[in-house]
């Protein structure tokens, strides 16, 4: 099979013959190059950071294979490390794990789930800024929204233009920000975050600004603040709906001119960061004009993404556990473990309101309590595992409904719905339990117009339209 140079390089060591060809074989398959090595000191030699992924046999012909492990784990903490062995011991097991390995495979190898451990590993792990969001994490999101979405990511990577992130709490609006910072041309500059908080609009101005000291500030001389710490870089300025009047104008100011003063100091600095700001769901809907700068608001939100909330993406899910798993797991030295049947159909049906923030948490604390390496329905949080308890079915429905499909029905209940409103779409989510941005969603997938003047029968005789 023919493969990019550029393909993630998978280290394979390993002295049977036999097995180190199958292995290759299953790599070059899934898109990586396979460089073999029969002894651990000559693999030991080509260890550096552009590998994506060690797989070690811990009986070599020179070295120990926890010996190569603990070593490679020196020298790059950050590869992710498998272990490949013959017995099925509990001490050696519990060594790699502790020595850095995040799984360990006994032969006979089961390849395909050998393969879904090294993806989700090179995936999570190969590099800074690397997450769900990033174009280059191998990762073929499920949903259309988020295929789409991915596209307006890569987009606002390729410009330093201002842009705005706006979405629910915990839909990842740092992560993203990260991913547009590391797949832009500012790569090798700084990411820096700021928060915006409670404090006086004087403190907000040094942090962000910086100070030269002075009557009006004396106890802060010479602070270089944010905007001057992210030069060639980016500066995430999240919860701006937070900022007061004056620093919104200030930023009005600076996006105008390129230029800006620390707070007590008339010198002008030149703006080398570029600014990315971070706003909740309902921004600008929930501020009234006379609080947040328009002028302001007009400058940041010509690149606007909006994350869509995770219960919109449920088809994510599946995918979004192996992303968190692996980082968990690594971070832990835990090994890897698997999902029931049963527990992933709870958490695909589960409506998430704290998004992927309340998802990781969920998987840290059944990854903690899990046995004999399964998480099952009742490792999950209370929340999730009792809708195991409703006596509901919540595998994946396929089948028809008094002769109509899921797809149609809730088309149909939004249909509804928004007749019985007269297409107040506010009205429309407090009656369907859901957010407003989930109306939209729902409308563009289920293709209904957001000025639609259709008559309410008609509506109701259409089929359900699939959005591309």
């Known amino acids: 099979m023919r493969f990019s140079p550029t393909a993630p390089r998978v280290l394979v060591i390993e002295d049977d013959e036999i097995v180190a060809s199958l292995i290759a074989h299953e790599c070059r398959k899934s898109g990586f190059q396979a460089l073999v090595f029969d002894q651990?000191?000559?693999?030991?030699?080509?260890?550096?950071k552009e590998v994506a992924a060690?797989?070690?046999?811990?009986?070599?012909?020179?070295?120990?294979?926890?010996?190569?492990?603990?070593?490679?784990?020196?020298?790059?903490?950050?590869?992710p490390c498998f272990i490949i062995t013959a017995s099925d011991t509990a001490s050696s097991a519990v060594e790699a794990l502790k020595s850095g390995a995040i799984d360990y495979f006994i032969k006979p190898i089961n390849m395909t789930r050998l393969m879904e451990s090294i993806k989700s590993a090179v995936a999570s792990f190969s590099g800074p800024g690397r997450s769900a969001f990033s174009s280059s994490s191998g990762y073929h999101w499920k949903s259309t929204l988020m295929t789409n979405f991915q596209r307006l990511v890569s987009k606002a990577s390729r410009t330093s233009s201002p842009a705005q992130i706006v979405g629910e709490s915990g839909t990842g609006k740092v992560e993203l920000a990260s991913s547009i910072h590391f797949g832009s041309s500012r790569r090798d500059g700084p990411f820096l975050v700021y928060n915006v908080s409670t404090d006086s609009a004087q403190q907000i101005e040094i942090d962000l600004f910086g100070s030269d000291g002075g009557v009006s500030a004396p106890m802060r001389s010479n602070v270089r603040g944010k905007m001057e710490a992210a030069a060639k870089g980016t500066?995430?300025?999240?919860?701006?709906?937070?900022?007061?009047a004056s620093v919104q104008w200030k930023l009005v100011e600076i996006l105008d001119t390129g230029t800006f003063s620390?707070?007590?100091?008339?010198?002008?600095?030149?703006?080398?960061?570029?600014?990315?700001?971070?706003?909740?769901?309902?921004?600008?809907?929930?501020?009234?004009?006379?609080?947040?700068?328009?002028?302001?608001?007009?400058?940041?939100?010509a690149i606007t993404l909006r994350i869509p909330a995770l219960r919109d993406r449920s088809e994510d899910i599946p995918m979004l556990c192996?992303?968190?798993?692996?980082?968990?797991?690594?971070?832990?030295?835990?090994?890897?473990?698997?999902?029931?049947?049963?527990?992933?159909?709870?958490?695909?049906?589960?409506?998430?309101?704290?998004?992927?923030?309340?998802?990781?948490?969920?998987?840290?604390?059944?990854?903690?309590?899990?046995?004999?390496?399964?998480?099952?329905?009742?490792?999950?949080?209370?929340?999730?595992?009792?809708?195991?308890?409703?006596g509901m079915d919540y595998s994946p429905v396929t089948q028809d409904i008094g002769g109509r499909t899921i797809n149609e029905l809730e088309r149909l209940s939004l249909i509804e719905a928004l007749e019985a409103c007269n297409d107040n779409r506010r009205k429309v989510a407090d009656r369907l339990g859901v957010s407003l941005r989930t109306v939209y969603n729902l409308m563009?997938?289920?293709?209904?117009?957001?000025?639609?003047?259709?008559?309410?029968?008609?509506?109701?005789n259409e089929g359900p339209q699939d959005v591309a």
């Open 322 to 390: 192996e992303h968190y798993i692996t980082q968990i797991c690594i971070a832990n030295c835990r090994r890897r473990p698997e999902i029931s049947a049963d527990a992933m159909n709870l958490l695909v049906a589960y409506r998430w309101p704290g998004n992927l923030v309340e998802l990781k948490s969920a998987l840290e604390r059944a990854i903690a309590v899990a046995e004999n390496d399964m998480i099952d329905a009742r490792d999950l949080p209370g929340a999730i595992a009792r809708l195991g308890q409703d």
């Open 235 to 244: 500066l995430f300025i999240n919860e701006i709906e937070k900022l007061p």
């Open 40 to 48: 651990g000191r000559k693999a030991l030699l080509q260890a550096s």
């Open 54 to 79: 060690v797989l070690i046999d811990l009986t070599l012909p020179d070295l120990s294979g926890m010996d190569v492990l603990r070593e490679i784990k020196r020298q790059h903490p950050t590869i």
């Open 444 to 460: 563009d997938r289920h293709g209904v117009s957001r000025d639609r003047r259709s008559s309410p029968s008609t509506l109701k």
């Open 262 to 301: 620390r707070f007590g100091c008339e010198v002008k600095r030149r703006l080398e960061a570029r600014l990315v700001f971070g706003a909740s769901e309902t921004f600008p809907e929930n501020q009234e004009s006379s609080v947040f700068n328009a002028e302001l608001l007009s400058r940041i939100s």
